[in-house]
């Protein structure tokens, strides 16, 4: 059984801190990572995606993979207001077409 | 505009009463793909498909039905819908056959009484 672990919150934050997101799983053939935002009543939207070890930027948002302790995480800078949500990560293996999604960790930022 | 159009966005129903939800995408997207999202389960994969006429089950794919006939829908079927398949679904589509859905519909939100 293929599974994805996330704290399910709430993080809590001050505006302009760095928002730390965190995710385990527990398929070592897994080889594709993936972090998707939720707003509250919405549909979730893809933000990110790693394939490789190592830090992966992309304006605020930094992914960062480290396979050998099968840990995956997304690290929100400047956080605002507008980044409260819950962050799902997903991940999926090699040759299969089915991701495997957290439950999400609800991120709050306050001002 | 970039959609995928899932309808109807709410439905009450009963027990046994056949359902479609339907799902469109304007994208052109090869791969499309069903989920249902519970409180504290996440999102789970009903069903997806890599191409017209190419579907295949994913995760819990018990009590659903889907087909591929165009490009652009990809239904979700309950033939028998029960209180158990209430949930809220989403239908995804991305682009090539990598399998990671990148765009959602608004989602549908179902209950079975």
């Known amino acids: 059984q293929k599974e994805v672990e996330q704290n399910s919150g709430p993080l809590s934050v001050p505006e302009g801190a760095i928002a730390s997101l965190n995710c385990t799983y527990s398929?070592?053939?897994?080889?594709?990572f993936f972090w998707y935002r939720q707003y509250s009543g919405k549909s979730p939207e893809l933000i990110m995606f790693?394939?490789?070890?190592g830090d992966k930027e992309d304006g605020r948002f930094t992914a960062q993979l480290n396979k050998a302790s099968q840990y995956v995480s997304l690290l929100i800078r400047d956080s605002q207001p507008s980044d409260s949500a819950t962050y799902l990560c997903a991940v999926r293996s090699g040759g299969s077409y089915i991701p495997t999604f957290g439950r999400g960790t609800s991120l709050i930022v306050h001002p | 505009e970039a959609q995928v159009t899932q309808n109807p966005r709410y439905l009450i129903t009963v027990t046994g009463k056949k359902l479609t939800v339907t799902c469109s995408q304007n994208?052109?997207?090869?791969?499309m793909s069903w989920y249902r999202q519970d409180p504290g389960l996440g999102l789970r994969q009903i069903y997806y498909s890599m191409n017209v006429e190419v579907t295949d089950k994913g995760d819990v794919p018990e009590g659903y039905k889907v087909s591929r006939k165009e490009k652009r829908n990809f239904p979700l079927i309950l033939e028998s819908p029960s209180p158990n398949q209430t949930s809220l679904y989403f239908c995804a589509s991305s682009k090539g056959q990598g399998g990671q859905p990148q765009h959602f519909g608004d989602g549908t939100r179902l209950s079975i009484l």
């Open positions: 790693i394939y490789s070890n």
């Open positions: 994208m052109n997207h090869e791969y």
């Open positions: 398929d070592r053939g897994s080889q594709s």
